[in-house]
Every structure is written in C-alpha cells, then in structure tokens.
C-alpha cells in the first residue's frame, strides 16, 4: 500500500502554468506506475499523464506537448508541470500508484480552476 499526498493546485488564468506535486510514503522503484488522472464536473476521471519504474512517460493526446510528468526519487515525489493551461483543464487531479497484483492507491486530489 502506498499513500500519495497531492499538492499544487490552485486558480491560473488562461495560458498560465502550474505544477502538481505527488509525494509517496515509499520508493518510487517499488511502485510499477505513478500516474496523474483529473476528473471535471459531471465527466468520468481521465488519465492524463503516466511516469513507470523504468522511467518511460506518457501523456494524453488532449495535454501532448503542454503537461510533462516527472519524478525526484530522492523525494518519492512525481511531478506534473502543466503549461498553456486552458479551461477544460479544470478539475480535480489525482495521483494513482499502482504496485504489481495491488489494488491501486489514490490520493486525495488537488483542484485545478483554469479561468479568467
């Protein structure tokens, strides 16, 4: 079991930035995927962004090329850097870990308000 603590979020105007903060209470080399998911008002949680042990990424085609995940093991801690923010960005994100025959571990969410 892995416990995640998300921090980050906030309010940002249109095109500005953020970054999220995921810390995990163990090594990131034991946990097989950190991934980064949001979940807007009335719509399903969507995976947005995923980091593996291997260090491979990957990010949804809805964020290519303006989110970016990244890990400092030395911090457990996963990190999402989200640039050219936009409205439908808003919403609540969460961090997942998932561990090899393991349920999947969530934090609490950070909210995310892109608006003007």
């Known amino acids: 079991q892995v416990q995640l603590v998300e921090s980050g979020g906030g309010l940002v105007q249109p095109g500005g930035s953020l970054r999220l903060s995921c810390a995990a209470s163990?090594?990131?080399?034991?946990?097989?995927?950190m991934g980064w998911y949001r979940q807007a008002p009335g719509k399903q949680r969507e995976l947005v962004a995923t980091?593996?042990?291997?260090?491979?990424?990957d990010v949804a085609d809805s964020v290519k090329g303006r989110f970016t995940i990244s890990r400092d093991y030395n911090k457990n801690t996963v990190y999402l850097q989200m640039n050219s923010l936009k409205p439908e960005d808003t919403g609540v994100y969460y961090c997942n870990a998932r561990i090899l025959h393991n349920p999947p571990d969530w934090g609490q969410g950070t909210q995310v308000t892109v608006s003007s």
């Open positions: 163990r090594s990131l080399l034991s946990i097989n995927i």
């Open positions: 980091l593996t042990s291997s260090g491979n990424t």
